[in-house]
């Protein structure tokens, strides 16, 4: 069975209404692919976490694992799944430069003992490739090496970049930023390893999910983020885009920093009349240093002891 260079399902020409459909047998990619690649049409495909556990299930427990995630979204809900895991952060062309890689690399390392090393990357700027490749052959055992991690965290981007770099070829997989681009398991062969590209986790928190094309590019960085640091005391209430209200209160002069894509807006609002109070609504209580993570937002960074209630859009 012929497979989609682009996706990895499986082609076909015969029904017209299901996945793996094209025109040209020969072409090796689906129409879906095509079109996405060469006119930027995208065309949604219901996958849920049953199809990606299938695969997981296949990975052999010695396989070394690339867990994929950006910083923005990050989400390791099935690192524990693995005994050997090679944690990649991408897209660190769009964190700020006062992220200091070393320290983000420290603080995943203490967390998790099954982390073999951590890796901070950008497949775009080829930012560290080079260190990626050769942390991956000093950990690879001679079996397949998977990518694993979120849907739109980088995966199929950072495969194109090694092809780039390490093969001869014009075969590349294809890349986007709607979920679910990858339906199947795509297999690329580099000189000292099979690379195993798998459909993206779908968290199911995460706003990717729910926003149209439009509200997708807004909230997806492109440029290095600029941080949006907030001076507060007593209780009051900010707006993070359209997308989240989060009310706050803390005892004395404190402060936060929100990161998220230049193109969302971070302004204040009235603490009293609380338009959002037909959202569901979370509340925390948290402490100097600590992080609230908003998947396929950003996080909020908190500096003080804060009470805070965040009402975010249904979904």
Same mark, same amino acid.
């Given at each position: 069975m012929s497979k989609c260079s682009g996706c990895g399902v499986v082609l076909q020409d015969e029904n017209q209404e299901m996945l793996g459909v094209t025109r040209n047998m020969e072409r090796g990619l689906c129409e879906r692919c095509f079109r996405l690649r060469h006119y930027g049409e995208y065309k949604s495909v219901s996958l849920d976490n049953v199809d990606y556990e299938k695969i997981i299930?296949?990975?052999? #427990?010695?396989?070394?694992?690339?867990?994929?995630?950006?910083?923005?979204?990050?989400?390791?809900?099935?690192?524990?799944?693995?005994?050997?895991?090679?944690?990649?952060?991408?897209?660190?062309?769009?964190?700020?430069?006062?992220?200091?890689?070393?320290?983000?690399?420290?603080?995943?390392?203490?967390?998790?003992?099954?982390?073999?090393?951590?890796?901070?990357?950008?497949?775009?700027?080829?930012?560290?490739?080079?260190?990626?490749?050769?942390?991956?052959?000093?950990?690879?055992?001679?079996?397949?090496?998977?990518?694993?991690?979120?849907?739109?965290?980088?995966?199929?981007?950072?495969?194109?970049?090694?092809?780039?770099?390490?093969?001869?070829?014009?075969?590349?997989?294809?890349?986007?930023?709607?979920?679910?681009?990858?339906?199947?398991?795509?297999?690329?062969?580099?000189?000292?390893?099979?690379?195993?590209?798998? #459909?993206?986790?779908?968290?199911?928190?995460?706003l990717m999910n729910i926003l149209d094309s439009a509200e997708l590019k807004r909230v997806s960085p492109k440029k290095e983020i600029r941080p949006k640091s907030c001076q507060v005391e007593g209780h009051g209430s900010i707006l993070i885009g359209s997308y989240v209200r989060m009310d706050y209160e803390v005892k004395e002069k404190s402060s936060f920093i929100v990161y998220v894509s230049n193109e969302v807006d971070v302004r204040f609002c009235n603490y009293e009349k609380n338009t959002s109070k037909d959202y569901p609504t979370y509340c925390y209580s948290v402490c100097l240093g600590e992080d609230i993570v908003i998947p396929g937002l950003g996080f909020i960074k908190f500096r003080g002891e804060f009470k805070i209630t965040l009402h975010l859009i249904s979904g």
């Open positions: 299930k296949r990975i052999h #427990p010695d396989s070394l694992v690339l867990y994929v995630t950006d910083i923005l979204s990050l989400d390791l809900s099935f690192l524990d799944t693995f005994s050997k895991v090679l944690l990649v952060i991408t897209k660190r062309d769009i964190m700020p430069k006062s992220l200091v890689d070393a320290k983000i690399r420290s603080y995943f390392l203490k967390k998790y003992d099954n982390l073999v090393d951590v890796c901070i990357v950008s497949s775009l700027r080829n930012y560290q490739m080079d260190l990626l490749y050769k942390e991956i052959l000093t950990y690879f055992d001679g079996k397949k090496v998977y990518l694993v991690g979120d849907t739109n965290s980088g995966k199929s981007t950072l495969i194109n970049q090694f092809i780039h770099n390490y093969l001869e070829s014009d075969t590349l997989v294809t890349t986007s930023m709607y979920p679910s681009t990858t339906l199947n398991e795509v297999e690329i062969d580099f000189p000292d390893f099979t690379l195993v590209d798998t #459909p993206g986790l779908l968290h199911k928190g995460s």
